[in-house]
Protein backbone atom coordinates (compact mmCIF):
# COMPACT_ATOMS: atom_id res chain seq x y z
CA UNK A 1 0.00 0.00 0.00
CA UNK A 2 1.28 3.75 -1.06
CA UNK A 3 -0.21 6.43 0.76
CA UNK A 4 2.42 8.92 -1.55
CA UNK A 5 0.66 11.96 -2.09
CA UNK A 6 0.69 12.98 -5.75
CA UNK A 7 1.84 16.67 -6.43
CA UNK A 8 -1.67 18.02 -6.70
CA UNK A 9 -2.54 16.53 -3.35
CA UNK A 10 0.39 17.98 -1.62
CA UNK A 11 -0.48 21.74 -3.34
CA UNK A 12 -4.45 21.11 -2.04
CA UNK A 13 -2.78 20.34 1.46
CA UNK A 14 -0.36 23.12 1.60
CA UNK A 15 -3.20 25.50 0.41
CA UNK A 16 -5.71 24.33 3.01
CA UNK A 17 -2.68 24.65 5.88
CA UNK A 18 -1.89 28.34 4.35
CA UNK A 19 -5.48 29.22 4.70
CA UNK A 20 -6.52 27.90 8.16
CA UNK A 21 -3.55 30.17 9.29
CA UNK A 22 -4.35 33.31 7.24
CA UNK A 23 -7.67 32.96 7.41
CA UNK A 24 -9.48 30.90 10.41
CA UNK A 25 -6.81 31.35 12.81
CA UNK A 26 -7.51 35.01 13.56
CA UNK A 27 -10.32 35.24 15.48
CA UNK A 28 -11.22 31.58 16.51
CA UNK A 29 -11.13 32.07 20.31
CA UNK A 30 -13.52 35.31 20.11
CA UNK A 31 -15.82 33.07 17.70
CA UNK A 32 -15.86 30.05 19.92
CA UNK A 33 -16.98 32.46 22.41
CA UNK A 34 -19.69 34.50 20.59
CA UNK A 35 -20.74 30.83 19.41
CA UNK A 36 -20.58 32.70 15.58
CA UNK A 37 -18.96 32.10 12.43
CA UNK A 38 -19.15 35.35 10.06
CA UNK A 39 -20.87 35.44 6.64
CA UNK A 40 -17.64 36.85 5.22
CA UNK A 41 -15.64 34.19 6.26
CA UNK A 42 -17.75 31.84 4.92
CA UNK A 43 -17.97 33.37 1.47
CA UNK A 44 -14.14 33.38 1.88
CA UNK A 45 -13.92 29.40 2.14
CA UNK A 46 -16.42 28.86 -0.88
CA UNK A 47 -14.05 31.62 -2.70
CA UNK A 48 -11.15 29.11 -1.95
CA UNK A 49 -12.73 26.05 -3.08
CA UNK A 50 -13.67 24.26 -0.20
CA UNK A 51 -17.26 23.84 -0.16
CA UNK A 52 -17.80 21.27 -3.58
CA UNK A 53 -14.23 19.74 -2.91
CA UNK A 54 -15.74 16.32 -4.86
CA UNK A 55 -18.32 18.06 -7.05
CA UNK A 56 -17.62 17.50 -10.21
CA UNK A 57 -16.89 20.21 -12.31
CA UNK A 58 -19.69 20.06 -14.83
CA UNK A 59 -22.07 21.06 -11.60
CA UNK A 60 -19.15 23.87 -10.31
CA UNK A 61 -17.34 21.90 -8.24
CA UNK A 62 -13.41 21.27 -8.07
CA UNK A 63 -13.78 17.28 -9.20
CA UNK A 64 -11.44 16.25 -6.30
CA UNK A 65 -10.75 12.67 -4.85
CA UNK A 66 -11.64 11.77 -1.17
CA UNK A 67 -8.01 11.83 -0.31
CA UNK A 68 -7.76 15.56 -0.99
CA UNK A 69 -10.71 15.97 0.83
CA UNK A 70 -9.76 14.37 3.92
CA UNK A 71 -6.09 16.00 3.61
CA UNK A 72 -8.05 19.86 3.60
CA UNK A 73 -10.11 18.78 6.48
CA UNK A 74 -7.60 17.40 8.29
CA UNK A 75 -5.55 20.96 8.01
CA UNK A 76 -8.41 23.19 8.34
CA UNK A 77 -9.37 20.98 12.21
CA UNK A 78 -6.05 21.59 12.91
CA UNK A 79 -7.05 25.41 13.69
CA UNK A 80 -10.89 25.44 13.63
CA UNK A 81 -13.10 22.06 14.07
CA UNK A 82 -16.04 24.84 13.25
CA UNK A 83 -15.27 25.68 9.99
CA UNK A 84 -14.44 21.93 8.81
CA UNK A 85 -17.55 20.75 10.01
CA UNK A 86 -19.75 23.56 7.51
CA UNK A 87 -17.22 22.09 5.49
CA UNK A 88 -17.99 18.71 6.26
CA UNK A 89 -21.53 18.80 6.10
CA UNK A 90 -22.07 20.53 2.68
CA UNK A 91 -19.63 18.55 0.61
CA UNK A 92 -19.87 14.90 2.79
CA UNK A 93 -23.52 14.92 2.87
CA UNK A 94 -25.55 17.63 1.05
CA UNK A 95 -23.27 17.73 -2.30
CA UNK A 96 -22.27 14.29 -2.10
CA UNK A 97 -26.10 12.83 -1.51
CA UNK A 98 -27.51 15.50 -4.48
CA UNK A 99 -24.65 14.87 -6.78
CA UNK A 100 -25.42 11.08 -6.33
CA UNK A 101 -29.08 10.53 -6.28
CA UNK A 102 -30.85 13.52 -7.42
CA UNK A 103 -32.24 14.08 -10.62
CA UNK A 104 -30.65 16.51 -13.42
CA UNK A 105 -32.79 19.13 -12.88
CA UNK A 106 -32.07 19.12 -8.50
CA UNK A 107 -28.57 19.22 -9.85
CA UNK A 108 -28.82 21.97 -11.61
CA UNK A 109 -31.12 23.95 -9.25
CA UNK A 110 -29.38 23.57 -5.97
CA UNK A 111 -25.84 21.44 -6.53
CA UNK A 112 -24.03 24.23 -8.46
CA UNK A 113 -24.70 26.67 -6.24
CA UNK A 114 -23.40 24.58 -3.00
CA UNK A 115 -20.54 23.12 -4.17
CA UNK A 116 -19.29 27.18 -5.35
CA UNK A 117 -20.53 28.32 -1.32
CA UNK A 118 -22.85 30.74 -2.81
CA UNK A 119 -25.38 28.47 -0.90
CA UNK A 120 -24.78 26.39 2.30
CA UNK A 121 -26.40 22.76 2.76
CA UNK A 122 -27.50 21.16 6.27
CA UNK A 123 -28.40 17.51 6.82
CA UNK A 124 -31.60 16.71 8.99
CA UNK A 125 -32.04 13.15 10.29
CA UNK A 126 -31.94 13.49 14.32
CA UNK A 127 -34.92 14.19 16.17
CA UNK A 128 -35.39 14.72 19.70
CA UNK A 129 -36.62 11.13 20.33
CA UNK A 130 -34.64 9.61 17.62
CA UNK A 131 -30.41 9.76 16.88
CA UNK A 132 -28.75 6.66 16.83
CA UNK A 133 -32.35 4.73 16.31
CA UNK A 134 -32.37 6.68 13.19
CA UNK A 135 -35.73 4.52 11.14
CA UNK A 136 -37.83 5.43 14.53
CA UNK A 137 -38.57 9.27 13.69
CA UNK A 138 -41.41 10.62 14.40
CA UNK A 139 -41.44 13.73 11.33
CA UNK A 140 -43.96 12.70 8.57
CA UNK A 141 -43.93 13.36 5.22
CA UNK A 142 -47.63 12.66 3.96
CA UNK A 143 -48.09 12.21 -0.07
CA UNK A 144 -50.88 14.32 -1.48
CA UNK A 145 -50.33 13.73 -4.96
CA UNK A 146 -47.69 16.25 -6.61
CA UNK A 147 -46.82 17.56 -3.60
CA UNK A 148 -45.54 16.50 0.63
CA UNK A 149 -46.84 18.11 3.86
CA UNK A 150 -43.95 17.63 6.34
CA UNK A 151 -44.84 17.90 10.19
CA UNK A 152 -42.28 17.77 12.77
CA UNK A 153 -38.64 18.34 14.22
CA UNK A 154 -35.64 17.93 13.62
CA UNK A 155 -32.86 18.38 16.45
CA UNK A 156 -29.14 19.41 16.48
CA UNK A 157 -28.98 20.79 12.93
CA UNK A 158 -25.42 21.88 12.20
CA UNK A 159 -25.91 25.14 9.80
CA UNK A 160 -29.51 24.91 11.18
CA UNK A 161 -29.43 28.95 10.25
CA UNK A 162 -26.88 29.26 7.68
CA UNK A 163 -28.50 26.96 5.30
CA UNK A 164 -30.27 27.52 2.25
CA UNK A 165 -31.11 24.12 1.10
CA UNK A 166 -31.64 21.07 3.75
CA UNK A 167 -32.05 17.21 2.71
CA UNK A 168 -35.21 16.40 5.47
CA UNK A 169 -35.63 12.69 5.86
CA UNK A 170 -39.17 12.15 6.95
CA UNK A 171 -41.45 8.92 7.37
CA UNK A 172 -44.70 8.91 4.71
CA UNK A 173 -45.66 5.39 5.60
CA UNK A 174 -44.91 4.28 8.90
CA UNK A 175 -46.16 0.76 8.23
CA UNK A 176 -43.72 0.05 5.82
CA UNK A 177 -40.59 0.65 8.05
CA UNK A 178 -37.42 2.09 6.95
CA UNK A 179 -38.96 1.78 3.27
CA UNK A 180 -41.56 4.04 4.02
CA UNK A 181 -39.23 7.05 4.59
CA UNK A 182 -38.34 9.88 1.78
CA UNK A 183 -35.62 12.74 1.76
CA UNK A 184 -37.27 15.61 0.84
CA UNK A 185 -35.26 19.02 -0.55
CA UNK A 186 -36.51 22.23 1.90
CA UNK A 187 -35.63 25.17 0.97
CA UNK A 188 -35.71 28.68 3.90
CA UNK A 189 -38.44 30.82 3.36
CA UNK A 190 -41.48 28.11 2.54
CA UNK A 191 -44.37 28.43 4.33
CA UNK A 192 -44.49 26.73 7.42
CA UNK A 193 -40.32 26.19 8.11
CA UNK A 194 -39.43 27.75 11.01
CA UNK A 195 -36.13 28.07 12.57
CA UNK A 196 -35.62 26.40 16.44
CA UNK A 197 -33.33 27.75 19.40
CA UNK A 198 -29.91 27.39 18.59
CA UNK A 199 -28.26 25.19 21.24
CA UNK A 200 -25.13 26.52 23.64
CA UNK A 201 -22.25 24.40 22.86
CA UNK A 202 -19.67 22.26 24.55
CA UNK A 203 -17.13 22.59 21.47
CA UNK A 204 -17.54 23.81 17.83
CA UNK A 205 -19.14 26.58 19.05
CA UNK A 206 -18.79 28.31 15.97
CA UNK A 207 -20.93 26.59 13.83
CA UNK A 208 -24.36 27.24 14.73
CA UNK A 209 -26.73 23.74 16.00
CA UNK A 210 -30.23 24.31 15.62
CA UNK A 211 -33.88 22.33 15.86
CA UNK A 212 -35.94 22.86 12.72
CA UNK A 213 -39.37 23.01 13.11
CA UNK A 214 -42.07 22.10 10.14
CA UNK A 215 -45.64 22.78 10.29
CA UNK A 216 -47.63 21.98 7.21
CA UNK A 217 -44.46 22.51 4.60
CA UNK A 218 -45.55 21.54 1.31
CA UNK A 219 -42.64 20.06 -0.77
CA UNK A 220 -43.48 19.76 -4.59
CA UNK A 221 -43.02 15.80 -5.62
CA UNK A 222 -39.86 16.91 -7.71
CA UNK A 223 -37.81 17.85 -4.10
CA UNK A 224 -37.74 14.08 -3.20
CA UNK A 225 -34.58 12.62 -3.77
CA UNK A 226 -34.55 9.23 -5.41
CA UNK A 227 -37.24 6.75 -5.44
CA UNK A 228 -40.64 6.48 -3.35
CA UNK A 229 -38.92 4.55 -0.12
CA UNK A 230 -35.49 5.54 -0.51
CA UNK A 231 -35.13 8.18 2.28
CA UNK A 232 -33.41 5.78 4.62
CA UNK A 233 -31.11 3.86 2.47
CA UNK A 234 -30.47 7.61 1.19
CA UNK A 235 -29.23 8.47 5.00
CA UNK A 236 -27.28 5.50 5.27
CA UNK A 237 -25.03 5.62 2.23
CA UNK A 238 -24.55 9.64 2.72
CA UNK A 239 -23.76 9.02 5.91
CA UNK A 240 -21.02 6.53 4.83
CA UNK A 241 -18.96 9.17 3.03
CA UNK A 242 -19.58 11.53 5.48
CA UNK A 243 -18.14 9.76 8.50
CA UNK A 244 -14.85 9.86 6.39
CA UNK A 245 -14.65 13.57 6.77
CA UNK A 246 -15.85 13.42 10.26
CA UNK A 247 -13.12 10.81 11.13
CA UNK A 248 -10.86 13.39 9.21
CA UNK A 249 -11.76 16.28 11.68
CA UNK A 250 -10.94 14.09 14.18
CA UNK A 251 -7.36 13.53 12.85
CA UNK A 252 -6.88 17.14 12.67
CA UNK A 253 -7.90 17.98 16.31
CA UNK A 254 -5.44 15.17 17.04
CA UNK A 255 -2.36 16.45 15.05
CA UNK A 256 -3.43 20.20 15.85
CA UNK A 257 -3.13 20.10 19.41
CA UNK A 258 0.17 17.37 19.15
CA UNK A 259 1.77 20.33 17.02
CA UNK A 260 0.55 22.66 19.88
CA UNK A 261 1.82 20.29 22.74
CA UNK A 262 5.63 19.68 21.03
CA UNK A 263 6.22 22.93 20.31
CA UNK A 264 5.55 24.09 23.99
CA UNK A 265 7.26 21.32 25.52
CA UNK A 266 10.22 22.43 23.24
CA UNK A 267 10.11 26.22 24.99
CA UNK A 268 8.64 25.76 28.44
CA UNK A 269 11.41 25.06 31.39
CA UNK A 270 11.19 23.13 34.76
CA UNK A 271 13.76 21.72 36.65
CA UNK A 272 16.52 23.65 34.44
CA UNK A 273 15.77 22.14 31.42
CA UNK A 274 12.84 22.23 28.74
CA UNK A 275 10.09 19.78 29.82
CA UNK A 276 10.34 17.70 26.87
CA UNK A 277 13.42 16.44 28.34
CA UNK A 278 11.45 15.18 31.46
CA UNK A 279 10.94 11.44 30.08
CA UNK A 280 6.76 11.99 30.87
CA UNK A 281 6.41 14.54 28.55
CA UNK A 282 8.68 13.54 25.72
CA UNK A 283 6.47 9.99 26.06
CA UNK A 284 3.46 11.59 26.09
CA UNK A 285 4.39 12.80 22.53
CA UNK A 286 5.88 9.57 21.40
CA UNK A 287 2.21 8.23 22.39
CA UNK A 288 0.56 11.25 20.46
CA UNK A 289 2.44 10.94 17.99
CA UNK A 290 2.01 6.86 17.32
CA UNK A 291 -1.59 7.30 17.60
CA UNK A 292 -1.88 9.99 15.04
CA UNK A 293 -0.09 8.56 12.75
CA UNK A 294 -1.78 5.30 13.47
CA UNK A 295 -5.27 7.28 12.95
CA UNK A 296 -4.13 9.02 9.59
CA UNK A 297 -3.53 5.29 8.28
CA UNK A 298 -6.92 4.42 9.07
CA UNK A 299 -8.53 7.68 7.67
CA UNK A 300 -6.28 7.52 4.43
CA UNK A 301 -7.63 3.77 3.92
CA UNK A 302 -11.37 4.90 3.92
CA UNK A 303 -10.32 7.31 1.37
CA UNK A 304 -8.44 5.47 -0.77
CA UNK A 305 -11.62 2.76 -0.48
CA UNK A 306 -14.05 5.17 -1.47
CA UNK A 307 -11.96 6.63 -4.36
CA UNK A 308 -11.10 3.03 -5.40
CA UNK A 309 -14.91 2.03 -5.17
CA UNK A 310 -14.92 -0.18 -2.80
CA UNK A 311 -16.94 -0.81 0.17
CA UNK A 312 -16.08 1.92 2.42
CA UNK A 313 -18.97 1.15 5.12
CA UNK A 314 -16.69 -0.43 7.60
CA UNK A 315 -13.47 1.19 7.20
CA UNK A 316 -15.46 4.88 7.15
CA UNK A 317 -16.81 3.14 10.33
CA UNK A 318 -13.42 2.18 12.24
CA UNK A 319 -11.36 5.63 10.89
CA UNK A 320 -14.01 7.51 12.95
CA UNK A 321 -14.07 5.19 15.91
CA UNK A 322 -10.32 5.13 16.05
CA UNK A 323 -9.69 8.65 15.54
CA UNK A 324 -11.67 10.11 17.70
CA UNK A 325 -10.63 8.11 20.32
CA UNK A 326 -7.27 9.51 19.73
CA UNK A 327 -8.24 13.23 19.18
CA UNK A 328 -10.36 12.75 22.70
CA UNK A 329 -7.08 11.38 24.11
CA UNK A 330 -4.47 13.46 22.91
CA UNK A 331 -6.40 16.68 23.51
CA UNK A 332 -7.15 15.94 26.96
CA UNK A 333 -2.52 15.04 26.97
CA UNK A 334 -1.99 18.11 25.32
CA UNK A 335 -3.57 20.70 27.83
CA UNK A 336 -1.54 18.44 30.08
CA UNK A 337 1.77 19.03 28.70
CA UNK A 338 0.87 22.56 29.07
CA UNK A 339 0.22 22.75 32.70
CA UNK A 340 -2.23 25.64 33.87
CA UNK A 341 -1.55 27.35 30.09
CA UNK A 342 -3.70 24.58 28.82
CA UNK A 343 -6.80 25.53 31.08
CA UNK A 344 -6.49 28.68 29.51
CA UNK A 345 -8.31 29.87 26.24
CA UNK A 346 -5.49 32.13 24.56
CA UNK A 347 -3.10 28.41 23.85
CA UNK A 348 -5.85 26.74 22.08
CA UNK A 349 -5.53 23.64 23.29
CA UNK A 350 -8.77 23.59 25.65
CA UNK A 351 -10.43 24.48 22.72
CA UNK A 352 -9.51 21.53 20.69
CA UNK A 353 -10.05 19.43 23.89
CA UNK A 354 -13.71 20.28 23.84
CA UNK A 355 -13.95 19.92 20.23
CA UNK A 356 -12.73 16.60 20.27
CA UNK A 357 -15.65 15.14 22.15
CA UNK A 358 -18.26 15.88 19.45
CA UNK A 359 -16.44 13.64 16.64
CA UNK A 360 -17.32 10.50 19.50
CA UNK A 361 -20.99 11.53 19.34
CA UNK A 362 -21.77 13.19 15.60
CA UNK A 363 -22.57 10.96 12.01
CA UNK A 364 -23.30 8.03 14.24
CA UNK A 365 -21.40 7.65 17.89
CA UNK A 366 -18.72 5.15 19.03
CA UNK A 367 -21.16 2.74 19.97
CA UNK A 368 -23.23 2.95 16.60
CA UNK A 369 -19.80 2.64 14.60
CA UNK A 370 -18.81 -0.35 16.46
CA UNK A 371 -21.99 -1.72 15.38
CA UNK A 372 -21.58 -1.18 11.76
CA UNK A 373 -18.15 -2.96 12.09
CA UNK A 374 -19.11 -5.37 13.95
CA UNK A 375 -22.52 -6.54 11.74
CA UNK A 376 -19.16 -6.15 8.55
CA UNK A 377 -16.73 -8.39 10.47
CA UNK A 378 -19.94 -10.95 11.05
CA UNK A 379 -21.33 -10.17 7.79
CA UNK A 380 -24.91 -9.13 8.60
N1 LIG B 1 -25.73 1.61 3.04
C1 LIG B 1 -26.85 1.15 2.44
N2 LIG B 1 -27.89 0.61 3.09
C2 LIG B 1 -27.77 0.51 4.43
C3 LIG B 1 -26.64 0.94 5.13
C4 LIG B 1 -25.58 1.51 4.38
N3 LIG B 1 -24.47 1.98 4.96
N4 LIG B 1 -26.82 0.71 6.44
C5 LIG B 1 -28.04 0.13 6.56
N5 LIG B 1 -28.60 0.00 5.34
C6 LIG B 1 -29.91 -0.57 4.99
C7 LIG B 1 -29.99 -2.04 5.42
O1 LIG B 1 -29.46 -2.90 4.42
C8 LIG B 1 -31.49 -2.22 5.58
O2 LIG B 1 -32.10 -2.39 4.32
P1 LIG B 1 -32.79 -3.83 3.90
O3 LIG B 1 -33.85 -4.10 4.93
O4 LIG B 1 -33.32 -3.55 2.54
O5 LIG B 1 -31.68 -4.82 3.93
C9 LIG B 1 -31.94 -0.85 6.09
O6 LIG B 1 -30.94 0.08 5.73
C10 LIG B 1 -32.13 -0.83 7.60
O7 LIG B 1 -30.87 -1.21 8.17
P2 LIG B 1 -30.71 -1.78 9.63
O8 LIG B 1 -31.72 -2.87 9.86
O9 LIG B 1 -29.29 -2.09 9.82
O10 LIG B 1 -31.15 -0.51 10.49
P3 LIG B 1 -31.07 -0.26 12.04
O11 LIG B 1 -32.35 0.36 12.45
O12 LIG B 1 -30.60 -1.48 12.74
O13 LIG B 1 -29.96 0.91 12.15
C11 LIG B 1 -27.81 1.90 12.23
C12 LIG B 1 -28.67 0.79 11.68
C13 LIG B 1 -26.44 1.67 11.60
C14 LIG B 1 -27.70 1.83 13.72
C15 LIG B 1 -28.38 3.29 11.79
O14 LIG B 1 -29.63 3.54 12.38
C16 LIG B 1 -27.44 4.44 12.09
O15 LIG B 1 -26.50 4.66 11.36
N6 LIG B 1 -27.71 5.21 13.19
C17 LIG B 1 -26.93 6.41 13.47
C18 LIG B 1 -27.55 7.62 12.85
C19 LIG B 1 -26.55 8.66 12.50
O16 LIG B 1 -25.41 8.38 12.16
N7 LIG B 1 -26.99 9.90 12.52
C20 LIG B 1 -26.16 10.99 12.11
C21 LIG B 1 -27.00 12.18 11.77
S1 LIG B 1 -26.19 13.34 10.70
C22 LIG B 1 -25.05 14.10 11.63
O17 LIG B 1 -24.81 13.75 12.74
C23 LIG B 1 -24.30 15.22 10.92
C24 LIG B 1 -23.39 15.97 11.77
O18 LIG B 1 -23.35 15.83 12.96
C25 LIG B 1 -22.47 16.93 11.25
P1 LIG C 1 -28.94 8.54 21.64
O1 LIG C 1 -29.27 7.81 20.41
O2 LIG C 1 -30.03 8.83 22.60
O3 LIG C 1 -27.78 7.76 22.39
C1 LIG C 1 -27.46 7.99 23.77
C2 LIG C 1 -26.35 6.99 24.15
O4 LIG C 1 -26.81 5.65 23.98
C3 LIG C 1 -25.12 7.12 23.26
O5 LIG C 1 -23.96 6.88 24.00
C4 LIG C 1 -25.32 6.03 22.23
O6 LIG C 1 -24.10 5.56 21.64
C5 LIG C 1 -25.96 4.94 23.09
N1 LIG C 1 -26.76 3.99 22.30
C6 LIG C 1 -27.89 4.23 21.60
N2 LIG C 1 -28.30 3.13 20.95
C7 LIG C 1 -27.39 2.17 21.24
C8 LIG C 1 -27.24 0.79 20.86
N3 LIG C 1 -28.10 0.18 20.05
N4 LIG C 1 -26.19 0.10 21.35
C9 LIG C 1 -25.28 0.72 22.15
N5 LIG C 1 -25.37 2.01 22.55
C10 LIG C 1 -26.41 2.71 22.09
N6 LIG C 1 -27.94 15.23 13.32
C11 LIG C 1 -28.36 15.47 12.06
O7 LIG C 1 -29.25 14.80 11.55
N7 LIG C 1 -27.80 16.49 11.33
C12 LIG C 1 -26.82 17.27 11.81
O8 LIG C 1 -26.35 18.18 11.11
C13 LIG C 1 -26.36 17.02 13.15
N8 LIG C 1 -25.40 17.83 13.69
C14 LIG C 1 -25.10 17.69 15.03
C15 LIG C 1 -24.26 18.61 15.65
C16 LIG C 1 -24.03 18.54 17.00
C17 LIG C 1 -23.16 19.56 17.66
C18 LIG C 1 -24.63 17.50 17.78
C19 LIG C 1 -24.43 17.41 19.27
C20 LIG C 1 -25.41 16.56 17.16
C21 LIG C 1 -25.67 16.64 15.79
N9 LIG C 1 -26.55 15.76 15.17
C22 LIG C 1 -26.97 15.97 13.88
C23 LIG C 1 -27.18 14.69 15.94
C24 LIG C 1 -26.25 13.50 16.19
O9 LIG C 1 -26.06 12.77 15.00
C25 LIG C 1 -26.89 12.64 17.30
O10 LIG C 1 -26.75 13.38 18.50
C26 LIG C 1 -26.23 11.29 17.40
O11 LIG C 1 -26.51 10.50 16.27
C27 LIG C 1 -26.66 10.53 18.67
O12 LIG C 1 -28.04 10.54 18.84
P2 LIG C 1 -28.70 10.98 20.26
O13 LIG C 1 -28.09 12.26 20.62
O14 LIG C 1 -30.16 10.90 20.13
O15 LIG C 1 -28.20 9.89 21.27
Redesign the pocket.
Known sequence: MNFELTEEQQMIRQAARDFANTELLPGVIERDEKQEFPKELLNKMGQAGFMGMMVSPEYGGSGLDTLSYVLTMEELSKIDASAS?IV??NNS?VCWGLETYGTEEQKKKYLTRLASGEIIGA?C??EPEA?????SQKTTAIDKGDHYVLNGTKN?I?NGASADVYLVIAQTDREKG??GINALIVEKGMEGFELGPKENKLGIRGSDTHSLLFNDVKVPKENRIGEDGFG??FA??T??G?RIG?AAQALGIAAGAYELAKKYSQERKAFGTEICNHQAIAFKLADMHTEIQAARLLVYQAACDKDANRNY?MSGAMAKLYASKVAMETTVEAVQVFGGNGFVKEYHVERLMRDAKITQI????SE?QK??IS?GILDR
Open positions: VSVLFLSGSDATWTHKFKMKLSGIDYEGTIIVR
